[in-house]
């Protein structure tokens, strides 16, 4: 009953008032992963909007750019063979899913291509259904309306710029112009304020902080490399670093929280990994079953 009464009194909190300005974030911060991937197709418009209707903070999703230079919400730069179907209906093979590049089609073209009516093996609760990866202005509209009619805070988001060295200027821009245009489409949507850019690339990471060094950024890392040569890399400290969950102990979060930053690690989904890694002391928890957090017993 306690814990159930606690999570209520973090959700409530949460929807009294929009969020202004990342700094204003609650202490810990419930993140649903691609929106809600255990639930729905991820990063599709359906699971951000399910996403909301759990006690979260923030809607994380991954990003890549369009031909016509359009920011679109995608894990991968191209259409996973997996997951994804062709606009006649038929399956992509594995051979040829790197050649079906998302930079090399426009936002109309990208819109035929169904990426959630196969499901996804890997997620047996997800729903499948028919859905399109849709550009970072349709997700911010339908979030804005739907949080509008259902009297929700506006979230915060938590976007990933999905880059790589191999990939600069076959499968995304190059970092400066990556960056650019994401920062631009964020002024144009109103939610630079609101959000959160992370990436593993550390090229991307630096030039995100020549160009905007006041919005919060987060250092995604998965490499077994460990913290102080992982921040090395960079040029200034993030105000978040997001390491893959099984690489924390109690020595990385102290190290973390050192050096002033927050250690809000991905992606957990086991209610007792989740009850762990809080008793650690992380900060927040990414999550593809924003369902479960009601289950998650919360320690003051």
């Known amino acids: 009953m306690k814990r159930l009464l606690f999570l209520t009194l973090i959700f409530l909190s949460a929807c009294l008032q929009n969020p202004s300005t990342m700094a ?12 809600s991937r255990g639930l729905l197709p991820e990063n599709s418009i359906p699971a951000f909007l399910k996403g909301l209707e759990y006690p979260i903070q923030t809607l994380e999703m991954d990003v890549v750019v369009s031909k016509d230079k359009k920011i679109i919400v995608s ?28 930079y090399n089609l426009t936002y109309d073209e990208i819109k035929y291509f169904d990426c959630g009516s196969r499901g996804n093996e890997r997620f047996p609760e997800q729903k499948a259904m028919v859905v399109n990866k849709p550009s970072l202005q349709a997700v911010v509209e339908a979030v804005n309306i739907y ?23 076959s499968l995304v821009p190059p970092p400066a112009e990556f960056v650019a245009l994401l920062l631009k489409e964020l ?4 939610i630079k304020e609101m959000t959160c850019i992370q990436s593993f690339d ?51 979060v102290q190290k973390v929280h050192d ?5 809000i690690p991905w992606t957990i989904n086991e209610v007792e990994e989740m009850e762990r890694l809080i008793e650690l002391g992380v900060d927040g928890i990414i999550t593809d079953y924003p369902n479960r957090i009601e289950e998650v017993r919360m320690k003051k």
């Open 187 to 190: 002024e144009q949507w109103g």
């Open 147 to 169: 949080c509008r009619h259902n009297e929700r805070a506006l979230p915060y988001y938590d976007i990933e710029i999905k880059s790589q060295e191999s990939w600069y200027d």
């Open 202 to 252: 550390v090229n991307v990471m630096n030039e995100l902080n020549k160009q905007d060094p006041k919005i919060i950024k987060s250092f995604l890392v998965e490499n077994l490399d460990g913290f102080d040569k992982n921040m090395a890399l960079l040029n200034y400290t993030p105000d978040i670093y997001s390491p893959y969950y099984k690489f924390i102990d109690e020595a990385l």
């Open 24 to 35: 204003d974030q609650p202490v810990f911060d419930w993140q649903g992963h691609r929106g």
């Open 259 to 263: 050096r002033g930053m927050r250690l």
């Open 75 to 102: 894990h991968d730069p191209h259409f996973n063979h997996k997951i994804c179907k062709k606009p006649d209906g038929s399956s992509i093979t594995k051979e040829e899913e790197d050649s079906i590049s998302i």
